[in-house]
């Protein structure tokens, strides 16, 4: 009985670690939360490197007005031993929020006020986004068109995004969002993965897909563009 599983278990871990080099480290993204008046927001990705099968956690907050992290909202954690079959890395995440939860209250993070999402994307991470999406906010009766403009160059891939707001009564206003003058190394693609609004004062969070190259398939990450409507 001890001989069958263990060898159940060694071909579970071979499966494992062929499924992680073959798929890439595609990242899984967590939405924290809002402060209550909507203008901070945390949000998380993790996932477990390919190579190594070591996992790993990001965590950010960033000022929703300003469109950029706040001081001291960018940290990173990589385990130092590999995921055991069954596991997905989560737990890197769980422990980098429990290593940071003064951060949350600093920024006064509200971990049940996620925002609500208006659009997310059925497109599986090997096909490519659209660049153009519609959604609607049925609360606000507000439809919302968001064009991505990628620029893929050879020094490095950057975008903005074009986002047009037609209210109920008709009338339009556009956005650009995103900053077409900062470029990212090695990112073959941009996509709009999710749009989510806060709970509070019009603000909403665009979350961006970006696609690297790696051995023949890709690894994903994730940022957020935001801005107040």
């Not at 991470?125 to 660049?131: D, E, F």
């Not at 749009?195 to 004062?201: D, E, L, R, S, T």
Request: proline share 4%; hydrophobic share 40%.
């Amino acid at each position: 009985m001890f001989e069958k599983k263990s060898f159940y278990f060694i071909i579970a871990a071979l499966v494992l670690c062929v499924s992680y080099l073959g798929a890439g480290d595609i990242a899984s993204f967590v939405d924290l939360g809002f402060s209550p008046d909507g203008q901070t927001y945390m949000f998380a990705q993790y996932g477990v490197q390919s190579e190594t099968l070591k996992p790993w956690a990001d965590l950010f907050v960033v000022d929703v007005p300003r469109n950029d992290f706040v001081a001291g909202g960018k940290i990173s954690y990589s385990h130092t031993a590999p995921v055991i079959p069954g596991q997905d890395g989560s737990g890197a995440l769980y422990r980098l929020i429990a290593q940071n939860t003064a951060l949350a209250e600093q920024y006064r993070i509200n971990f049940l006020l996620q925002g609500q999402p208006l659009y997310i994307s059925l497109e599986n991470t090997a096909n490519t986004s659209p660049t153009s999406i519609e959604f609607r906010d049925f609360e606000q009766n507000a439809s919302y068109r968001a064009t991505l403009n990628p620029r893929i160059e050879e020094t490095g891939a950057a975008f903005d995004i074009n986002l047009e707001r037609i209210a109920r009564d008709g009338s339009k206003k556009t956005y650009k969002v995103g900053n077409a003058q900062i470029k990212r190394a090695q990112i073959s693609s941009y996509g709009i993965k999710k749009v989510i609004i806060a709970p509070q004062n019009d603000f909403m969070v665009l979350v961006i897909e970006m696609k690297k190259p790696n051995k023949g398939s890709f690894d994903v990450r994730y940022m957020v563009e935001a801005l107040r409507l």
